[in-house]
């Protein structure tokens, strides 16, 4: 068995300079913090009726940006063929059950209660890159991701508020962020479709069809008839979530390229986390309890004790981890 980096590599077998590392996780962590807050306000406050609407605006916005792009020769990605849906599957479908299912849960569950669930995306990632991606964690990793499971149970014991609807849509998202997470990681190949491919050909693929959904159900029809679009507040916020979605796209694939699916996820954890206790202060619909605050604070220690690791990891000398899969990733 080969010798290779425990955490955090990109296909090709080396691992990258601890700076684009760090910047990616900070990029993502950023984007995914802001667009949480907007679109609790915009499904909860403003009451808008049309979580897949909203998603279909972010799924627009990334193939307008991307496009554009490419035209312009920013970006570069593979002019269609009719080979890409093969090399895209079942990544479209992922990809818009995350959308859906994420934003479902956003309206049904209090700020603080919806982080603490979606922890449960950790360990499921951890699970699938060691069957999907062949990888190997170290024994102090392991630790401090249980360590935010741990916190999470406990948190979650004291709720308050119990949703089942709420429950299941976001266990759900954590099902289809672990899955969307680990095959982009697999596809994200440079030889192949690359970043931006990625992210344009799953947006094309599944804005039609989800497009057609929001029509068959009746879901557009209410989001023609919301009483807001007059409102310049909340089109302005509507706009600036449909951006936000690219950017988190983006960002995603950004900090899984850097890093791995895995780091991502930690880095989405740790970010809920803060978005929890800012939920205490100001969001209003807190239910405070000695369990959950607990639990809160051992998902942070676990989180922050995982980012020590993963860093400190990059400069030490060869682990047990990534070298071997480096290949199968190169060829998917």
Known sequence: MSARPAV????????????PRVLSALFYGTC?????????????????PSPMFLGIGQM??????????????????PDFDKSIPVKLF????????????????????????????????????????IIILGKRYPLSII??????????????????????EGYTFVLLNDIFTAANGVYTKQKIDPKELGKYGVLFYNACFMV??????????????????????????FVFQFILSCLLGFLLMYSTVLCSHYNSALTTTVVGAIK????????????????????NFIGLNICMAGGLRYSFLTLRGNSKPMQPGDEENALPEAKS
């Open 208 to 233: 039609v069809p989800t497009v057609i959904i929001s029509f068959s159900t009746g879901d557009f029809q209410q989001v023609t008839h919301f009483q807001h679009w007059t409102n310049f507040l």
């Open 90 to 129: 079942p990544l479209p479908l992922i990809y818009v059950g995350n959308h859906i299912s994420g934003l479902s849960s956003t309206s049904k569950l209090s700020l603080p209660m919806f982080t603490v669930l979606r922890k449960f995306t950790i360990p499921l990632t951890l699970l699938l890159e």
């Open 272 to 291: 809920n986390i803060s978005v929890a206790y800012i939920g205490m202060l100001i969001g209003g619909d807190y239910i405070f309890s000695v369990l």
């Open 8 to 19: 955090g590599e990109v296909a090709g077998g080396a691992a990258p300079p601890a700076l």
């Open 32 to 48: 995914s913090f802001l667009i949480v807050l907007v679109n609790k306000a915009l499904l909860s406050a403003y009451s808008f």
């Open 60 to 77: 627009a916005a990334t193939i307008l940006i991307l496009y554009v792009s490419k035209l312009n020769k920013i970006v570069h990605f």
């Open 143 to 164: 630790v401090s991701v249980f360590a935010i499971i741990l916190g999470a149970f406990i948190a979650a014991g004291s709720d308050l508020s119990f949703n089942l």
